[in-house]
């Protein structure tokens, strides 16, 4: 069964920097794709980014593209989001999201597949982070 657990959010100051972490357990198939979703208070849950398995590819949403950067390491227990030059308008709770198939791709994030977290079997708990000065 697969587990995912997020650490690293944080209040932090407007243009600085937070890593998030989400460390997997229990996963067994070769083809999935991690991503990272956020909601923020009183807003539509919304993703963010994703990296596929097999082969490491990422893509993620236009809001966060030259600021947020979605990596692995090499064991594949862990996938990150590191965050830079945050803005007020990422406050949100960010959840780490597990699910088969290689679904990761730019497609998903022009499409309504983020927004309905298509594809997304297994959830985390969440990691609140807070952009104020």
């Known amino acids: 069964q697969v587990q995912l657990v997020e650490s690293g959010g944080d209040l932090v100051q407007p243009g600085g920097s937070l890593r998030l972490s989400c460390g997997i357990t229990?996963?067994?198939?070769?083809?999935?794709?991690v991503g990272w979703f956020r909601q923020a208070p009183g807003k539509e849950r919304e993703g963010v980014a994703c990296?596929?398995?097999?082969?490491?590819?990422?893509a993620s949403a236009d809001y966060v593209k030259g600021r947020f950067t979605i990596s692995r390491d090499d064991a594949k227990t862990t996938v990150y989001l590191q965050m830079n030059n945050l803005k007020a308008e990422d406050t949100a709770v960010y959840y780490c999201?597990?699910?088969?198939?290689?679904?990761?791709?730019?497609?998903?994030?022009?499409?309504?597949?983020?927004?309905?977290?298509?594809?997304?079997?297994?959830w985390g708990q969440g990691t609140p982070v807070t952009v104020s000065a």
């Open positions: 999201a597990w699910g088969k198939g290689p679904w990761c791709s730019s497609s998903y994030y022009d499409s309504r597949d983020s927004r309905e977290a298509r594809y997304i079997e297994v």
């Open positions: 229990g996963s067994s198939v070769y083809f999935y794709a």
């Open positions: 990296i596929n398995n097999n082969d490491n590819s990422i």
